[in-house]
Protein backbone atom coordinates (compact mmCIF):
# COMPACT_ATOMS: atom_id res chain seq x y z
CA UNK A 1 0.00 0.00 0.00
CA UNK A 2 2.72 2.32 0.95
CA UNK A 3 4.24 2.05 -2.64
CA UNK A 4 1.24 3.48 -4.59
CA UNK A 5 1.26 6.64 -2.11
CA UNK A 6 2.55 9.76 -4.45
CA UNK A 7 5.21 11.55 -2.05
CA UNK A 8 5.33 14.05 -4.91
CA UNK A 9 1.31 15.23 -3.66
CA UNK A 10 1.55 19.12 -2.91
CA UNK A 11 -0.77 21.91 -2.64
CA UNK A 12 -0.11 25.90 -3.02
CA UNK A 13 0.11 27.52 0.82
CA UNK A 14 -2.66 29.96 -0.77
CA UNK A 15 -5.55 27.15 -1.73
CA UNK A 16 -4.13 25.48 1.24
CA UNK A 17 -5.45 28.23 3.58
CA UNK A 18 -8.92 28.53 1.53
CA UNK A 19 -9.62 25.18 1.58
CA UNK A 20 -9.27 25.05 5.35
CA UNK A 21 -11.24 28.15 5.91
CA UNK A 22 -14.50 26.76 4.30
CA UNK A 23 -13.39 23.27 6.48
CA UNK A 24 -13.30 25.22 9.57
CA UNK A 25 -16.70 26.38 10.19
CA UNK A 26 -18.60 23.14 8.77
CA UNK A 27 -15.95 21.16 11.64
CA UNK A 28 -17.23 23.58 14.21
CA UNK A 29 -20.72 23.15 13.43
CA UNK A 30 -20.47 19.36 13.14
CA UNK A 31 -18.55 19.01 16.48
CA UNK A 32 -21.66 21.31 18.09
CA UNK A 33 -24.32 18.39 16.18
CA UNK A 34 -22.04 15.35 16.88
CA UNK A 35 -23.54 14.91 20.91
CA UNK A 36 -27.29 14.58 20.18
CA UNK A 37 -26.24 12.30 17.50
CA UNK A 38 -24.35 9.89 19.77
CA UNK A 39 -21.45 9.02 17.92
CA UNK A 40 -17.87 8.63 19.49
CA UNK A 41 -15.14 9.78 17.29
CA UNK A 42 -11.94 7.94 17.52
CA UNK A 43 -8.96 9.98 15.81
CA UNK A 44 -5.98 7.75 14.93
CA UNK A 45 -2.37 9.01 14.09
CA UNK A 46 0.44 7.19 13.54
CA UNK A 47 3.50 7.40 10.85
CA UNK A 48 7.33 8.00 10.83
CA UNK A 49 9.56 10.18 13.20
CA UNK A 50 9.45 13.76 12.28
CA UNK A 51 6.39 12.96 9.74
CA UNK A 52 4.49 15.91 11.10
CA UNK A 53 1.73 14.30 13.01
CA UNK A 54 1.86 17.11 15.90
CA UNK A 55 1.86 20.04 13.07
CA UNK A 56 -0.87 17.75 11.40
CA UNK A 57 -3.13 17.57 14.59
CA UNK A 58 -2.33 20.95 16.20
CA UNK A 59 -4.12 22.24 12.57
CA UNK A 60 -7.02 20.23 12.69
CA UNK A 61 -8.04 21.00 16.21
CA UNK A 62 -7.81 24.65 15.69
CA UNK A 63 -11.41 25.17 15.03
CA UNK A 64 -13.00 22.53 17.57
CA UNK A 65 -14.00 23.41 20.73
CA UNK A 66 -11.76 21.97 23.45
CA UNK A 67 -14.17 21.08 25.72
CA UNK A 68 -15.77 18.52 23.10
CA UNK A 69 -12.57 16.55 23.01
CA UNK A 70 -9.12 15.13 24.30
CA UNK A 71 -5.76 14.19 23.15
CA UNK A 72 -3.93 10.90 24.31
CA UNK A 73 -0.05 11.17 23.35
CA UNK A 74 0.13 7.39 23.79
CA UNK A 75 3.90 5.76 24.96
CA UNK A 76 4.84 2.63 25.88
CA UNK A 77 3.21 1.10 28.28
CA UNK A 78 4.35 1.11 32.34
CA UNK A 79 5.05 -1.19 34.55
CA UNK A 80 1.39 -0.63 35.79
CA UNK A 81 -0.35 -0.87 32.64
CA UNK A 82 1.71 -4.31 31.46
CA UNK A 83 0.02 -5.46 35.11
CA UNK A 84 -3.44 -5.35 32.80
CA UNK A 85 -4.65 -6.93 29.39
CA UNK A 86 -3.54 -5.11 26.78
CA UNK A 87 -6.04 -3.14 25.48
CA UNK A 88 -7.49 -2.16 28.51
CA UNK A 89 -5.64 1.53 28.56
CA UNK A 90 -7.29 1.91 25.65
CA UNK A 91 -10.90 1.22 26.76
CA UNK A 92 -10.14 3.89 28.88
CA UNK A 93 -9.76 6.34 26.10
CA UNK A 94 -12.65 6.05 24.37
CA UNK A 95 -15.20 9.01 24.45
CA UNK A 96 -18.47 9.40 25.64
CA UNK A 97 -21.29 9.17 23.01
CA UNK A 98 -21.06 12.70 21.48
CA UNK A 99 -17.06 13.16 22.41
CA UNK A 100 -13.96 13.02 20.15
CA UNK A 101 -10.61 11.47 21.08
CA UNK A 102 -7.89 11.75 19.09
CA UNK A 103 -4.56 9.63 19.54
CA UNK A 104 -1.03 10.51 18.89
CA UNK A 105 0.11 7.01 18.48
CA UNK A 106 -2.30 4.47 20.05
CA UNK A 107 -2.73 0.40 20.14
CA UNK A 108 -0.27 0.23 17.09
CA UNK A 109 2.54 0.23 19.31
CA UNK A 110 2.66 -3.01 19.82
CA UNK A 111 2.44 -4.26 15.99
CA UNK A 112 4.86 -1.87 14.68
CA UNK A 113 7.84 -0.88 17.47
CA UNK A 114 7.20 -4.31 19.46
CA UNK A 115 7.60 -6.06 16.39
CA UNK A 116 10.31 -4.72 14.80
CA UNK A 117 12.53 -4.71 18.12
CA UNK A 118 11.77 -8.69 18.60
CA UNK A 119 9.66 -8.08 21.76
CA UNK A 120 6.73 -10.03 20.76
CA UNK A 121 6.87 -13.49 19.24
CA UNK A 122 4.77 -14.58 15.61
CA UNK A 123 1.44 -16.26 18.21
CA UNK A 124 1.69 -13.23 20.05
CA UNK A 125 1.79 -10.74 16.84
CA UNK A 126 -1.24 -12.57 15.20
CA UNK A 127 -3.57 -12.20 18.48
CA UNK A 128 -2.71 -8.57 18.94
CA UNK A 129 -3.88 -7.98 15.44
CA UNK A 130 -7.04 -10.37 16.08
CA UNK A 131 -7.40 -7.97 19.22
CA UNK A 132 -7.46 -4.79 17.68
CA UNK A 133 -9.60 -5.85 14.87
CA UNK A 134 -11.95 -7.30 17.96
CA UNK A 135 -11.55 -3.56 19.87
CA UNK A 136 -12.38 -1.67 16.56
CA UNK A 137 -15.15 -3.31 15.43
CA UNK A 138 -17.10 -3.92 18.84
CA UNK A 139 -16.56 0.03 19.05
CA UNK A 140 -17.59 0.52 15.18
CA UNK A 141 -21.48 -1.71 16.21
CA UNK A 142 -22.00 0.10 19.40
CA UNK A 143 -22.31 3.42 17.09
CA UNK A 144 -18.69 5.21 17.27
CA UNK A 145 -16.64 6.54 14.00
CA UNK A 146 -12.96 5.12 14.07
CA UNK A 147 -10.72 7.06 11.62
CA UNK A 148 -7.11 6.10 11.28
CA UNK A 149 -4.56 7.78 9.41
CA UNK A 150 -0.64 6.82 8.86
CA UNK A 151 1.66 9.55 7.91
CA UNK A 152 4.37 9.07 5.15
CA UNK A 153 7.31 10.20 3.79
CA UNK A 154 10.64 9.14 2.66
CA UNK A 155 13.79 7.42 4.22
CA UNK A 156 15.46 10.35 2.29
CA UNK A 157 13.01 12.84 3.15
CA UNK A 158 13.20 12.05 7.03
CA UNK A 159 16.97 12.45 7.21
CA UNK A 160 16.33 15.89 5.83
CA UNK A 161 14.29 16.90 8.63
CA UNK A 162 16.51 15.19 11.51
CA UNK A 163 19.06 17.38 10.35
CA UNK A 164 16.85 20.19 10.26
CA UNK A 165 15.32 19.72 13.77
CA UNK A 166 18.83 19.11 14.96
CA UNK A 167 20.49 22.40 14.15
CA UNK A 168 17.32 24.10 16.04
CA UNK A 169 18.00 24.57 19.86
CA UNK A 170 14.06 24.62 20.30
CA UNK A 171 13.36 21.19 18.62
CA UNK A 172 16.51 18.96 18.87
CA UNK A 173 15.49 17.29 21.67
CA UNK A 174 12.93 15.44 19.46
CA UNK A 175 15.56 13.79 17.93
CA UNK A 176 17.28 11.08 20.22
CA UNK A 177 19.18 7.71 20.25
CA UNK A 178 15.29 6.04 19.71
CA UNK A 179 14.55 7.99 16.57
CA UNK A 180 18.15 7.28 15.42
CA UNK A 181 17.48 3.56 15.59
CA UNK A 182 14.10 3.64 14.09
CA UNK A 183 15.58 5.77 11.26
CA UNK A 184 18.15 3.48 10.56
CA UNK A 185 15.49 0.28 10.61
CA UNK A 186 13.44 2.27 8.09
CA UNK A 187 13.60 -1.11 5.99
CA UNK A 188 12.21 -3.23 8.60
CA UNK A 189 9.47 -0.75 10.00
CA UNK A 190 8.42 0.00 6.22
CA UNK A 191 7.57 -4.17 6.23
CA UNK A 192 5.61 -3.89 9.80
CA UNK A 193 3.94 -0.82 8.61
CA UNK A 194 2.64 -2.30 5.21
CA UNK A 195 1.56 -5.75 7.43
CA UNK A 196 -0.45 -3.44 9.79
CA UNK A 197 -2.36 -1.53 7.22
CA UNK A 198 -3.15 -4.75 5.47
CA UNK A 199 -4.41 -6.63 8.73
CA UNK A 200 -6.22 -4.16 10.00
CA UNK A 201 -7.81 -1.91 7.25
CA UNK A 202 -10.99 -2.76 6.99
CA UNK A 203 -14.47 -1.91 6.31
CA UNK A 204 -15.34 -0.66 9.74
CA UNK A 205 -12.12 1.23 9.97
CA UNK A 206 -10.19 1.71 6.97
CA UNK A 207 -6.66 3.52 7.02
CA UNK A 208 -5.65 6.90 5.16
CA UNK A 209 -2.32 7.09 3.80
CA UNK A 210 -1.11 10.62 3.76
CA UNK A 211 1.47 12.10 1.51
CA UNK A 212 3.14 13.91 4.33
CA UNK A 213 6.18 15.69 2.12
CA UNK A 214 4.39 18.72 2.02
CA UNK A 215 2.30 19.96 5.06
CA UNK A 216 -0.25 21.89 2.77
CA UNK A 217 -1.39 18.74 1.57
CA UNK A 218 -1.08 16.78 4.96
CA UNK A 219 -3.19 19.59 6.89
CA UNK A 220 -6.06 19.52 3.94
CA UNK A 221 -6.28 15.60 3.05
CA UNK A 222 -6.40 15.15 7.17
CA UNK A 223 -9.21 17.76 7.92
CA UNK A 224 -11.21 16.41 4.76
CA UNK A 225 -11.18 13.02 6.10
CA UNK A 226 -12.14 13.86 9.49
CA UNK A 227 -14.98 16.02 8.09
CA UNK A 228 -16.44 13.05 6.01
CA UNK A 229 -16.02 11.64 9.32
CA UNK A 230 -18.05 13.73 11.19
CA UNK A 231 -20.90 14.34 8.81
CA UNK A 232 -21.32 10.34 8.61
CA UNK A 233 -21.69 10.46 12.44
CA UNK A 234 -23.79 12.84 12.47
CA UNK A 235 -26.46 11.98 9.66
CA UNK A 236 -26.88 8.74 11.71
CA UNK A 237 -30.00 7.89 13.16
CA UNK A 238 -30.67 7.32 16.81
CA UNK A 239 -31.78 4.28 17.73
CA UNK A 240 -35.15 4.31 19.34
CA UNK A 241 -34.84 2.28 22.99
CA UNK A 242 -36.83 -1.29 21.97
CA UNK A 243 -39.96 -2.63 22.85
CA UNK A 244 -39.03 -5.68 25.53
CA UNK A 245 -38.25 -8.80 23.53
CA UNK A 246 -41.04 -11.31 22.29
CA UNK A 247 -40.68 -14.36 25.47
CA UNK A 248 -39.37 -17.36 23.55
CA UNK A 249 -41.37 -20.56 23.87
CA UNK A 250 -39.83 -22.96 26.86
CA UNK A 251 -37.37 -25.60 25.84
CA UNK A 252 -34.64 -28.08 26.97
CA UNK A 253 -31.70 -25.88 28.73
CA UNK A 254 -29.26 -27.14 30.39
CA UNK A 255 -30.79 -25.91 33.57
CA UNK A 256 -33.29 -29.26 33.12
CA UNK A 257 -30.48 -31.59 34.29
CA UNK A 258 -29.71 -30.58 37.05
CA UNK A 259 -30.04 -32.23 40.59
CA UNK A 260 -31.47 -29.45 43.18
CA UNK A 261 -32.18 -31.95 45.58
CA UNK A 262 -28.27 -32.28 46.46
CA UNK A 263 -26.76 -31.69 50.01
CA UNK A 264 -24.83 -31.77 53.01
CA UNK A 265 -24.67 -32.23 56.32
CA UNK A 266 -23.64 -29.78 58.73
CA UNK A 267 -21.07 -31.41 60.23
CA UNK A 268 -19.64 -31.97 56.72
CA UNK A 269 -19.93 -28.55 56.15
CA UNK A 270 -18.40 -27.25 59.64
CA UNK A 271 -15.17 -29.14 58.98
CA UNK A 272 -14.32 -28.50 55.11
CA UNK A 273 -15.45 -24.85 54.80
CA UNK A 274 -12.50 -23.24 57.18
CA UNK A 275 -10.45 -25.98 55.54
CA UNK A 276 -11.47 -24.55 51.89
CA UNK A 277 -11.19 -21.05 53.50
CA UNK A 278 -7.56 -21.52 54.86
CA UNK A 279 -6.71 -23.01 51.21
CA UNK A 280 -8.06 -20.09 49.20
CA UNK A 281 -6.00 -17.58 51.25
CA UNK A 282 -3.15 -20.08 50.23
CA UNK A 283 -3.78 -19.23 47.04
CA UNK A 284 -4.27 -15.70 46.87
CA UNK A 285 -0.85 -15.54 48.07
CA UNK A 286 0.35 -17.62 45.26
CA UNK A 287 -1.60 -15.29 43.06
CA UNK A 288 0.28 -12.60 43.87
CA UNK A 289 3.78 -13.77 43.93
CA UNK A 290 3.11 -15.89 40.31
CA UNK A 291 1.42 -12.51 39.17
CA UNK A 292 -1.51 -14.15 37.68
CA UNK A 293 -4.83 -12.30 38.08
CA UNK A 294 -8.28 -13.96 38.53
CA UNK A 295 -11.67 -13.43 37.53
CA UNK A 296 -14.99 -14.69 39.41
CA UNK A 297 -18.27 -13.79 37.81
CA UNK A 298 -21.64 -14.18 39.82
CA UNK A 299 -24.79 -14.73 38.17
CA UNK A 300 -28.02 -16.46 38.72
CA UNK A 301 -32.02 -16.29 40.64
CA UNK A 302 -32.73 -13.72 42.71
CA UNK A 303 -32.05 -15.18 45.98
CA UNK A 304 -29.69 -17.52 44.62
CA UNK A 305 -27.40 -17.12 47.07
CA UNK A 306 -24.72 -15.24 45.35
CA UNK A 307 -24.23 -13.25 48.20
CA UNK A 308 -23.69 -16.01 50.72
CA UNK A 309 -20.83 -17.83 48.60
CA UNK A 310 -19.09 -14.48 47.88
CA UNK A 311 -19.22 -13.83 51.57
CA UNK A 312 -17.89 -17.50 52.13
CA UNK A 313 -15.49 -17.32 49.90
CA UNK A 314 -13.76 -13.79 50.98
CA UNK A 315 -13.78 -14.57 54.70
CA UNK A 316 -9.99 -15.39 55.19
CA UNK A 317 -9.29 -13.38 51.82
CA UNK A 318 -6.40 -10.77 52.58
CA UNK A 319 -8.95 -7.71 51.80
CA UNK A 320 -5.88 -5.41 50.29
CA UNK A 321 -5.95 -8.34 47.36
CA UNK A 322 -9.35 -8.68 46.13
CA UNK A 323 -12.77 -6.31 45.18
CA UNK A 324 -15.85 -7.25 44.86
CA UNK A 325 -17.82 -5.23 41.96
CA UNK A 326 -21.80 -5.31 42.97
CA UNK A 327 -23.26 -4.58 39.70
CA UNK A 328 -26.61 -2.63 38.95
CA UNK A 329 -27.97 -0.79 35.93
CA UNK A 330 -25.17 1.56 34.29
CA UNK A 331 -25.27 4.75 36.11
CA UNK A 332 -24.15 8.58 34.75
CA UNK A 333 -20.90 8.02 32.56
CA UNK A 334 -21.09 4.50 31.92
CA UNK A 335 -24.52 4.94 30.03
CA UNK A 336 -22.62 7.34 27.49
CA UNK A 337 -19.91 4.44 26.57
CA UNK A 338 -19.87 1.09 25.34
CA UNK A 339 -21.21 -1.50 27.82
CA UNK A 340 -17.98 -3.35 28.25
CA UNK A 341 -16.36 0.00 29.38
CA UNK A 342 -17.07 -0.44 32.81
CA UNK A 343 -16.29 -4.10 33.28
CA UNK A 344 -12.47 -3.15 31.21
CA UNK A 345 -12.14 -0.45 33.81
CA UNK A 346 -12.93 -2.79 36.97
CA UNK A 347 -10.51 -6.01 35.87
CA UNK A 348 -8.01 -7.01 38.15
CA UNK A 349 -4.27 -6.39 37.99
CA UNK A 350 -1.59 -9.29 37.90
CA UNK A 351 -1.95 -10.89 41.23
CA UNK A 352 -5.21 -9.37 42.48
CA UNK A 353 -8.97 -10.92 42.57
CA UNK A 354 -11.88 -9.48 41.04
CA UNK A 355 -15.44 -10.56 41.86
CA UNK A 356 -18.67 -9.82 39.91
CA UNK A 357 -22.15 -9.81 42.01
CA UNK A 358 -23.70 -9.64 38.29
CA UNK A 359 -21.55 -8.72 35.30
CA UNK A 360 -21.49 -8.24 31.44
CA UNK A 361 -23.95 -10.98 31.15
CA UNK A 362 -26.64 -8.27 31.99
CA UNK A 363 -26.62 -7.23 28.21
CA UNK A 364 -27.92 -11.09 27.61
CA UNK A 365 -30.38 -11.32 30.40
CA UNK A 366 -32.00 -7.92 31.77
CA UNK A 367 -30.97 -5.87 28.82
CA UNK A 368 -32.54 -8.37 26.56
CA UNK A 369 -35.46 -9.40 28.70
CA UNK A 370 -36.44 -5.92 29.79
CA UNK A 371 -36.09 -4.44 25.51
CA UNK A 372 -32.97 -1.82 27.16
CA UNK A 373 -31.00 -3.64 24.56
CA UNK A 374 -31.76 -4.37 20.89
CA UNK A 375 -32.45 -7.87 19.15
CA UNK A 376 -29.24 -6.99 17.43
CA UNK A 377 -27.50 -5.72 20.13
CA UNK A 378 -27.98 -8.54 22.62
CA UNK A 379 -27.64 -10.96 19.78
CA UNK A 380 -24.11 -9.92 18.51
CA UNK A 381 -23.26 -9.34 22.89
CA UNK A 382 -22.96 -13.65 22.81
CA UNK A 383 -19.69 -13.11 20.33
CA UNK A 384 -18.24 -9.64 22.26
CA UNK A 385 -18.70 -11.64 25.28
CA UNK A 386 -16.57 -14.65 24.50
CA UNK A 387 -14.36 -12.04 22.77
CA UNK A 388 -13.83 -9.99 25.91
CA UNK A 389 -13.00 -13.53 27.78
CA UNK A 390 -11.11 -14.75 25.65
CA UNK A 391 -8.55 -11.32 25.80
CA UNK A 392 -8.64 -11.67 29.45
CA UNK A 393 -7.88 -15.54 29.20
CA UNK A 394 -4.60 -14.91 26.97
CA UNK A 395 -3.55 -11.91 29.36
CA UNK A 396 -2.69 -14.48 32.13
CA UNK A 397 -6.09 -13.83 33.64
CA UNK A 398 -8.38 -17.32 35.79
CA UNK A 399 -12.04 -16.75 34.73
CA UNK A 400 -14.83 -18.92 36.77
CA UNK A 401 -18.48 -18.41 36.13
CA UNK A 402 -21.00 -19.75 37.99
CA UNK A 403 -24.94 -20.18 37.51
CA UNK A 404 -26.37 -19.81 40.91
CA UNK A 405 -29.57 -22.44 40.16
CA UNK A 406 -32.66 -22.65 42.85
CA UNK A 407 -35.93 -23.65 41.98
CA UNK A 408 -38.95 -21.52 41.98
CA UNK A 409 -40.80 -22.53 45.07
CA UNK A 410 -37.30 -22.13 46.83
CA UNK A 411 -37.15 -18.90 45.71
CA UNK A 412 -40.64 -17.83 47.20
CA UNK A 413 -40.11 -19.81 50.40
CA UNK A 414 -36.42 -17.33 50.69
CA UNK A 415 -38.53 -14.17 49.65
CA UNK A 416 -40.61 -15.41 52.42
CA UNK A 417 -37.87 -15.79 55.28
CA UNK A 418 -36.71 -12.20 54.08
CA UNK A 419 -40.29 -10.60 54.58
CA UNK A 420 -40.31 -12.31 58.14
CA UNK A 421 -37.06 -11.58 59.36
CA UNK A 422 -36.45 -7.79 60.29
CA UNK A 423 -32.81 -8.35 59.85
CA UNK A 424 -32.97 -9.84 55.72
CA UNK A 425 -36.34 -7.35 55.10
CA UNK A 426 -33.46 -4.66 53.48
CA UNK A 427 -32.85 -7.61 50.58
CA UNK A 428 -36.44 -7.52 49.65
CA UNK A 429 -38.01 -5.55 47.18
CA UNK A 430 -40.67 -4.70 45.14
CA UNK A 431 -38.70 -5.16 41.97
CA UNK A 432 -37.75 -8.40 43.38
CA UNK A 433 -41.30 -9.66 43.55
CA UNK A 434 -41.57 -8.05 39.48
CA UNK A 435 -38.70 -10.59 38.56
CA UNK A 436 -39.97 -13.32 39.71
CA UNK A 437 -43.53 -13.17 37.95
CA UNK A 438 -40.69 -12.92 34.85
CA UNK A 439 -39.30 -16.45 35.86
CA UNK A 440 -40.71 -17.83 32.46
CA UNK A 441 -39.36 -14.97 30.33
CA UNK A 442 -35.95 -15.53 31.76
CA UNK A 443 -35.61 -18.88 31.34
CA UNK A 444 -35.25 -19.02 27.75
CA UNK A 445 -32.20 -15.83 27.79
CA UNK A 446 -30.52 -17.96 30.93
CA UNK A 447 -30.17 -21.46 28.54
CA UNK A 448 -28.93 -18.98 25.38
CA UNK A 449 -26.46 -17.55 28.03
CA UNK A 450 -24.93 -20.94 28.99
CA UNK A 451 -25.16 -22.29 25.92
CA UNK A 452 -23.67 -19.95 23.92
CA UNK A 453 -21.28 -18.35 26.45
CA UNK A 454 -19.71 -21.71 28.04
CA UNK A 455 -16.24 -22.21 26.15
CA UNK A 456 -13.52 -24.66 26.81
CA UNK A 457 -11.63 -22.16 27.99
CA UNK A 458 -14.53 -20.19 30.03
CA UNK A 459 -17.18 -22.76 30.77
CA UNK A 460 -20.11 -22.61 33.01
CA UNK A 461 -20.21 -23.61 36.37
CA UNK A 462 -24.27 -24.63 37.52
CA UNK A 463 -24.60 -24.45 41.06
CA UNK A 464 -26.97 -26.73 42.66
CA UNK A 465 -28.53 -23.97 45.13
CA UNK A 466 -31.52 -25.49 46.92
CA UNK A 467 -29.27 -26.04 50.02
CA UNK A 468 -27.10 -23.26 50.86
CA UNK A 469 -24.76 -25.12 52.61
CA UNK A 470 -24.07 -27.90 49.45
CA UNK A 471 -23.60 -24.21 47.17
CA UNK A 472 -21.77 -22.08 49.48
CA UNK A 473 -18.46 -25.56 49.50
CA UNK A 474 -19.37 -26.29 45.76
CA UNK A 475 -18.24 -22.92 44.90
CA UNK A 476 -15.56 -22.81 47.41
CA UNK A 477 -14.02 -26.13 46.03
CA UNK A 478 -14.24 -25.21 42.79
CA UNK A 479 -12.49 -22.02 43.16
CA UNK A 480 -9.80 -23.58 44.75
CA UNK A 481 -9.32 -26.57 42.64
CA UNK A 482 -9.28 -23.85 39.51
CA UNK A 483 -6.88 -22.14 41.27
CA UNK A 484 -4.50 -24.93 42.16
CA UNK A 485 -4.37 -26.28 38.69
CA UNK A 486 -4.02 -23.22 36.91
CA UNK A 487 -1.33 -21.83 39.54
CA UNK A 488 0.20 -24.89 40.56
CA UNK A 489 -0.28 -27.55 37.61
CA UNK A 490 -1.63 -30.38 40.33
CA UNK A 491 -5.74 -30.93 41.56
CA UNK A 492 -5.97 -29.94 44.83
CA UNK A 493 -6.29 -32.65 47.44
CA UNK A 494 -8.71 -31.95 49.90
CA UNK A 495 -9.27 -34.65 52.85
CA UNK A 496 -13.03 -35.81 52.67
CA UNK A 497 -15.00 -34.36 55.77
CA UNK A 498 -14.67 -37.06 58.64
CA UNK A 499 -17.99 -39.28 58.97
CA UNK A 500 -19.85 -38.94 62.21
CA UNK A 501 -18.25 -41.26 65.34
CA UNK A 502 -21.16 -43.77 65.95
CA UNK A 503 -21.16 -43.96 69.70
CA UNK A 504 -20.99 -47.65 71.00
CA UNK A 505 -23.06 -48.19 73.84
CA UNK A 506 -21.22 -47.95 77.52
CA UNK A 507 -20.66 -51.81 79.03
CA UNK A 508 -21.37 -51.75 82.87
CA UNK A 509 -18.74 -53.12 85.04
CA UNK A 510 -20.17 -56.12 87.33
CA UNK A 511 -19.85 -55.04 90.64
CA UNK A 512 -17.30 -57.26 92.47
CA UNK A 513 -18.77 -59.61 95.13
CA UNK A 514 -18.76 -58.73 98.52
CA UNK A 515 -15.61 -60.23 100.01
CA UNK A 516 -13.41 -58.58 97.55
CA UNK A 517 -15.11 -55.23 98.04
CA UNK A 518 -14.34 -55.55 101.74
CA UNK A 519 -10.75 -56.52 100.78
CA UNK A 520 -9.56 -53.23 98.95
CA UNK A 521 -11.47 -51.65 102.02
Same mark, same amino acid.
Given at each position: ??????????????????????????????????????????????????????????????????????????????????????????????????????????????????????????????????????????????????????????????????????????????????????????????????????????????????????????????????????? $?????????????????????????????????????????????????????????????????????????????????????????????????????????????? $?????????????????????????????????????? $??????????????????????????????????????????????????????????????????????????????????????????????????????????????????????????????????????????????
Amino acid at each position: MLDTIDLDAAIPKRECKEILGKIDLQLAQLQRDLRPSGSPILVVFEGWDAAGKGMVLNRLLEPLDPRGFKVYNIKEATDVERMFPHLRRFWLTIPPRGGISIYNHSWYREVLQDRVEQKIGAQELQNAFEHIRTFERQLHDDGAVVVKFFLHISKKEQARRFKHLEKDDAFAWKIGKPEIRRHKMYREYYAATEDMLRETSTAYAQWTVISATDDNFAKVRVAETVLTALQ $RAVAREVTPRPAPSAVPPRRTSPLDRIDLSKTVALDAYDESMPRLQRELRRLQHVCYFKRRAAVLVFEGWDAGGKGGAIRRLTRLLDPRGYEVNPVAAPQGEEKTHHYLW $RFWRAQPKAGHLAIFDRSWYGRVLVERVEGFASTQEWQ $RAYHEINEFETQLIESGAILLKFWMHISKDEQLNRFKIREEAPHKRWKITDEDWRNREKWEDYWGPVSDMLEQTSTPQTPWIIVEGNDKRYARLKVLETVAQRLSVALEGKPLRMPRPAEPEKKSPKKKTPAPPPSAARQAS
